[in-house]
């Protein structure tokens, strides 16, 4: 039996972000879901009831390993209490406390967004958040997008308008901290998460890259995923991924 990976985006994306490393991971044999919230709501959920719709749209899986992006981060801790999972594996993104209030982002960076809203208090395209910051820009992975204006005009039709008040919302956790966790990271704006995920004993796997890792470079990705996922199986025995070694070929990350 092989594991299952249900792979969540955080709410200012869409789940379309995530496929081309799902298609990485199905292509290596391992059975992958990118529920996808935004294709079935009009108008994106609140924070707190984001979890409740993720369960409408994620079919039965035996045991499935959740892997959060960004500030899915959260999401996916929030999901751990909810169903019987093997482990969760958050790509950068902040680590959640072990229990309590979680806020759809940390407060700084809401902030920043604040100065952003227009007058009515809708913000600009979670890509758009960046772009007069070019180091930021960089970080995130959005300078390379620009340079295939194509790709970066369908990542950015499919990206969600908010208002700054979307923000205030938080998530109560249950207690979570007993589900076996690692972390990847793949750009430098998550130094401090990583710091804390191996202050709590996580495998830790860092990538040179930017946020958007996931959808830049989806090889490299799968593969600190699954190594992520064969280290948790170390640690508790219990996540069979013998499929990992029949990945073969060179590395396919799309540029």
């Known amino acids: 039996m092989s594991a299952e990976f249900i792979l969540v985006a955080g709410p200012m994306v869409r789940a379309a972000s995530w496929e ?30 984001w979890s409740r719709h993720l369960l409408d749209h994620v079919a039965p899986a035996a045991g499935p390993i959740l892997v959060g992006h ?59 958040w960046f772009s007069h910051v070019p180091e930021r820009a960089a970080l995130v992975g959005l300078d390379r997008l620009a340079h295939d204006p194509p790709a970066l005009a369908q990542f950015e039709a499919g990206l969600p308008t908010m208002p ?11 207690p979570w901290d007993h589900v076996p966790a ?17 202050r709590r004993g996580w495998p830790v796997e860092r990538l040179s890259g930017s946020h958007l890792h996931p959808t830049l470079c989806p090889a490299e990705t799968a593969s600190a ?31």
Do not use: M, N
Request: with cysteine.
């Open 20 to 49: 081309p490393t799902a298609d990485d991971l199905r292509q290596a044999g391992w059975p992958v879901q990118v529920p996808d919230i935004l294709a079935h709501c009009a108008e994106p959920p609140a924070w707190h009831t």
């Open 70 to 128: 960004s500030s899915a981060s959260v999401l996916v801790a929030d999901l751990a209490t909810k169903l019987s999972t093997r482990g969760v594996i958050i790509v950068d993104g902040d680590i959640p406390p072990t229990q309590g209030r979680a806020a759809p982002v940390r407060p700084a960076l809401h902030d920043f967004i604040r100065s952003l809203a227009a007058e009515d208090g809708t913000l600009p395209v979670w890509s758009r």
């Open 164 to 174: 700054i008040s979307w923000f205030d919302d938080a998530i109560d956790l249950a």
């Open 182 to 198: 690692g972390f990847v990271q793949t750009s430098a704006i998550y130094d401090h998460a990583a710091a804390e995920a191996l």
């Open 225 to 255: 995923i699954l190594s992520i996922a064969r280290q948790l199986d170390a640690r508790v025995g219990s996540i069979p991924l013998t499929a990992a070694s029949r990945r073969t070929g060179p590395d396919r990350d799309r540029h």
